[in-house]
């Protein structure tokens, strides 16, 4: 007996069969049930989902002996003969070579007549989107107003390409692309029975190529089973499919997004010198790109179709480099797909299109500096660096107080704002002296053990580890007149009239991001709190009612806090006429 392709053999004969088509089949099944049958169909959906597998089933179901039935027996003359395509009341036309009008007016005056033996006449157009408008008009009259023993399935590709007055005389189902799990599950069930020796990585890499096509996917088994005489490595299957390995969509996501252009150029050039094709790559980096999206989101990494390691790996890059930069590289690519696409250049095209998406992080810096923000490293896309101890023979290391102070420190005090600065200095000379204590304490130091602290120190240090984590609020602390530790807690003393520091501070956000900046500046788990100021620190500016009762605003506040501003006026509009 001749060969039989997989794709012509495992085709469904029932709706038992249908892959992934779940909403269609009982549709299909409780209209045959109740006999509710409709003059017309119109099954929609990309290519290879079943849409004219299911038009077959469906007239057997209607023409069977012991039917019309949920499902065709495929064991009576009628079943048989529609299966083989002999059937003289089943027509199957292939719309894209019968679109003439003359040839529509010759089909619709033969089926005025009724069928030969069957119980209906059953006509499958396929591809109807291909019809000439002159054709659809000839044919629609007769799908209007059928004959009762006769049935019109429309399969398409393009339901939009379908004029509205069609339509809306059918019923009409979205047949939709099968997930890749299902398609796994059923090239595994079509391995056991071929005697195909096939991995499970091997059988995802092949559903995922498939694209969502029953069809195309067992199509893509056929050939690799014959390559592999029966056995279908991994190495195999990527390289006839064109895959790609995961490590390398890793390493050109972590390059991109940590802005290093000139790992970028080394993963571009290797897709080059071996030959890869760059279309199909830059597909399926998107694809890549989209999952460590919905990581960034919060999303579960073991609904992702990738191996649990390589998942956990994406979810720590991807969550690491924050959600709106993941966004802003997808964005970028998204636009550039269609150059990549079309051009006759696609390896060049590709090139620049990642080398442009490195260059985020730094577009990334120049906004928060034109919105009046400070870059700090975790903008540049790197962790920040531990502070260095100079080494005894450094020449800086004059002294023992030399060597404990942090690298740190004199950059934190440079940043501090003269207000702050003013404040640290007129503090009473007793309270610096009896609450002294060494600048660098452990980070499990407890917090009874830090009874008292003013080293002035303490205020740019804490000023630093805030502004790290939310620049606005920095701000708002550089206004206060003093910070202080005593008896264990943290002492903010804000200055007199100063309301926006304590609307920033009753916001949960800023509260949880002090609460971890006092941790790393005073190496130690404390307790704070806010306090008014000495009115003869700062003269006491009382604000206008005004400007009191739009700061009080939450819309306000908002913006101020967002923007990094202060209300200096209030001016209200004139009254419209």
């Not at 009762?148 to 379908?162: G, K, Q, S, W, Y």
């Not at 260095?388 to 800086?396: A, F, G, H, L, M």
Request: proline share 6%; aromatic share 4%.
């Amino acid at each position: 007996m001749a060969y039989q392709a997989l794709a012509r053999k495992w085709r469904p004969q029932d709706f038992a069969s249908l892959i992934g088509q779940e909403p269609v089949v009982t549709a299909l099944r409780n209209a045959l049930v109740e006999g509710r049958i409709a003059q017309a169909y119109l099954f929609a959906g990309i290519r290879g989902v079943g849409k004219t597998t299911a038009a077959r089933v469906l007239a057997k179901a209607l023409n069977c002996e012991k039917g019309p039935a949920a499902d065709p027996c495929n064991e009576c003359r009628p079943c048989l003969e529609i299966t083989q395509g002999a059937d003289l009341d089943v027509l199957e036309v292939d719309a894209a070579t019968y679109s003439k009008v003359e040839q529509v007016r010759e089909l619709t005056e033969s089926l005025r007549y009724g069928p030969a033996r069957d119980r209906y006449k059953v006509v499958v157009l396929d591809e109807v989107h291909r019809l000439s408008r002159q054709a659809f008009d000839a044919l629609l009259k007769i799908v209007e107003e059928p004959p009762p023993h006769l049935v019109f399935i429309f399969a398409t590709t393009e339901a939009e390409a379908v004029p509205a007055t069609i339509l809306s005389r059918c019923q009409e189902f979205r047949f939709r692309r099968v997930s890749v799990p299902t398609l796994a599950s059923h090239l595994e069930e079509i391995c056991r029975n071929e005697s195909i020796t096939a991995s499970p990585s091997a059988l995802r890499l092949i559903a995922r190529a498939g694209e969502g096509s029953v069809r195309d996917s067992v199509a893509l088994l056929d050939q690799l089973a014959t390559y592999g005489g029966g056995t279908i490595a991994d190495e195999d299957a990527a390289h006839l499919l064109g895959g790609y390995d995961i490590e390398l969509f890793h390493a050109l996501l972590a390059a991109i997004l940590g802005g290093r252009s000139d790992e970028v150029a080394q993963i571009a050039g290797t897709v080059e010198r071996e030959g890869l094709d760059p279309r199909q790559l830059f597909t399926r980096f998107l694809g890549y790109a989209r999952d460590a999206l919905h990581l960034a989101m919060g999303g579960d990494a073991a609904k992702l179709e990738l191996p649990g390691e390589e998942a956990a790996r994406l979810a720590a890059l991807s969550r690491g480099s924050g959600y709106e930069n993941v966004l802003r590289v997808l964005h970028q690519l998204l636009n550039i797909e269609p150059l990549v696409r079309r051009s006759e250049v696609p390896g060049l095209v590709l090139e620049i299109a990642l080398l442009r998406a490195a260059e985020l992080p730094k577009l990334q810096r120049i906004e928060e500096l034109l919105g009046g923000g400070v870059v700090t490293a975790r903008a540049r896309g790197s962790a920040p660096s531990a502070p260095s101890t100079p080494s005894p023979s450094d020449p800086r290391t004059t002294s023992p107080a030399a060597i404990a102070e942090p690298a740190t420190t004199k950059q934190a005090t440079s940043m501090a704002t003269p207000a702050m600065r003013t404040a640290t200095a007129a503090a009473p000379a007793s309270i610096a002296a009896s609450e002294s204590v060494a600048p660098n304490v452990a980070a499990d130091t407890p917090a009874a053990a830090i009874a008292s602290r003013d080293d002035g120190e303490l205020a740019p240090r804490l000023l630093q580890a805030v502004e790290r984590r939310r620049q606005v609020l920095a701000a708002h602390l550089a206004e206060a007149q003093r910070m202080v530790v005593v008896d264990g807690e943290l002492r903010i003393y804000r200055a007199p009239g100063d309301q926006v520091l304590a609307a920033a501070l009753e916001r949960a956000p800023n509260r949880a991001a002090l609460d971890e900046a006092i941790t790393e500046a005073c190496g130690a788990r404390l307790r704070w709190r806010l306090l008014d100021g000495d009115a003869a620190a700062r003269p006491k500016v009382e604000p206008a009612p005004a400007v009191a009762a739009a700061a009080a605003d939450p819309a306000v506040q908002a913006v101020l806090d967002i923007f990094g501003g202060s209300i200096a006026a209030v001016e209200r509009s004139a009254p419209e006429e």
